[in-house]
């Protein structure tokens, strides 16, 4: 068992983050929240071109010569089917959060504040569903297509160690890496993986609590909600402890027949015409819309600024603290294919999908509304879901599967994070021991109990949103040492 000293660092930031949000969340808030809305101000045209340029940096790749690198030896295959694949990459990146935001984000956009539009006005609803993509789609997936597709480089093409440091060596030489700068920038990457990780969690259990109480009135209380996480600890540790072959795959492939399935059921029951012309719609407004809205930060009107304040710059930043564990897990499961295999399944897969879901979610969601059946607007964000599935065929039915996905989601983002965070700390093994595995679950889940307890949630993801500014110049500088290596490799 390789612990090396990153992990030492990451324990003890969390154990200082944790004391703090427990005794004085209040203050915890208030600062970050400072921190946070100086970023934004200041820093939200340098979110933009930062996720502009990783899309670029994509389509760049995949077009090039580059595009023929493998990512691993010559005669390296791919180590699990391209089902299978899909499946893992597309859970560990967002599937929890698709299930949390695919309905409540829609309405939110269409009926509460919309990003232009009078809320409730068809132009809303339209620009509801362009949001949403342009929010889940390209931009998100772009970045970590790029941050994982380094990692996978470095580590099975160059065998250079599984961490966040080593990709930076080329530019800034091995010993720097390897000293103290290198062990802060792996820390960095622990930590938002953690504080990413831990809200996700939090978010997991209040969302399945909604639906337990919506549909068996069960308490909404945090005793309940602990009952939840604690079950859902022991299931992930399970997991892990079953190894990323068994765990992780067949868990992923599962809950990929079930979306599926879920998805499917509610196409055919939902307004299934509605729903339709709403994607074809939706699709020609983002990619006639892509560069306007990629670079739009309302620059003389305050109200609008703020709706991008709180929905797109809050995405692009929580997406690249996302990246180092979404981009090492990623990487970890794509040896064997090429640069363009690899980019071409990253970038679009996922971004179809998700307009998928949002299409037949959303517009089941805000066919309700419209017709006046139920205002799904003013439930919690957590219930928005089950509150819309009352209203149709097989309701019930639909609520339980959708209560037994989330949780499958939830196991495996946790799952894929104790994977992580176990690499990141043993100096980048490809199987780190079940131990730091273990570890690392518990601490995950001792984090997102203290979060649910405290109400600090607010503080901790603003702590995320602040870790990303750092983040971001690191992934540029992993970009642009990743270009010099290969660039000296195809002039060969």
Not at 3 to 13: G, H, L, Q, S
Not at 86 to 105: D, V, Y
Not at 222 to 246: N, V
Not at 365 to 381: F, P, R, V, W
Request: with cysteine; glycine share 8%.
């Amino acid at each position: 068992m390789n612990i090396t000293k990153v992990f030492w660092y990451a324990i003890i930031v969390c154990i200082a983050i944790v004391l703090w949000g427990s005794f004085f969340p209040e203050h915890l808030n208030q600062i970050t929240a400072l921190a946070t809305v100086f970023i934004y101000n200041h820093f939200g045209w340098f979110y933009m071109f930062v996720i502009v340029a990783m899309i670029m940096f994509s389509v760049f790749l995949m077009f090039s010569r580059f595009g023929q690198i493998k990512l691993g030896k010559e005669n390296d295959e791919p180590e699990f089917s391209l089902p299978a694949w899909f499946a893992m990459l597309f859970s560990a990146g967002m599937g929890i959060g698709l299930m949390f935001f695919t309905t409540a984000e829609t309405i939110s956009h269409a009926f509460i504040s919309a990003p232009n539009a009078e809320p409730g006005s068809d132009e809303a609803i339209i620009e509801a569903f362009q949001y949403t993509s342009f929010h889940w789609g390209f931009h998100g997936w772009g970045l970590y297509g790029i941050v994982a597709l380094i990692l996978a480089y470095f580590k099975f093409h160059k065998e250079a160690p599984g961490l966040i440091s080593a990709t930076l060596e080329p530019l800034f030489g091995k010993k720097m890496m390897r000293g103290t700068v290198g062990k802060i920038v792996d820390t960095l990457a622990v930590f938002a993986t953690i504080v990413g990780v831990a809200s996700t969690l939090g978010f997991g259990s209040a969302q399945i609590n909604s639906g337990l109480t919506f549909l068996f009135n069960a308490p909404q209380a945090f005793w309940f909600q602990l009952i939840i996480l604690a079950s859902a600890t022991a299931l992930f540790i399970l997991s892990a402890w079953s190894g990323l072959g068994k765990g992780i795959k067949y868990l992923s492939s599962t809950n990929m027949w079930l979306a599926a399935a879920l998805v499917f059921t509610l196409f055919i029951i939902g307004p299934s015409t509605y729903i339709l012309n709403m994607f074809t719609t939706t699709i020609g407004n983002y990619f006639g819309n892509f560069i306007q809205m990629s670079f739009d930060l309302k620059p003389v009107h305050a109200e609008r600024r703020q709706w991008l304040n709180d929905w797109t710059i809050f995405y692009w930043a929580w997406w690249i603290s996302w990246a180092p564990f979404v981009g090492m897990f990623i990487a970890r499961v794509s040896k064997g294919r090429t640069i363009r295999q690899f980019i071409a399944g990253v970038l679009l897969a996922p971004t179809i999908v998700t307009f998928i879901f949002f299409a037949v979610f959303g517009v089941s969601a805000i066919n309700i509304e419209q017709h006046g059946i139920a205002k799904l607007s003013d439930l919690a964000t957590e219930t928005v879901t089950f509150g819309m599935f009352e209203h149709y065929p097989l309701g019930t039915i639909l609520s339980i599967v959708t209560i037994f996905l989330i949780a499958i989601f939830f196991i495996t983002s946790a799952d894929s994070a104790t994977f992580v965070l176990g690499m990141f700390t043993t100096g980048g093994e490809l199987n780190p021991s079940n131990i730091v595995k273990i570890i690392w679950g518990l601490t995950l889940s001792v984090i997102a109990a203290i979060v649910m307890y405290s109400g600090g949630i607010d503080g901790f993801q603003n702590m995320l949103i602040v870790a990303a500014l750092p983040f971001s110049f690191i992934i540029i500088c992993m970009a642009i040492s990743f270009y010099k290596t290969a660039k000296e490799e195809v002039s060969k």
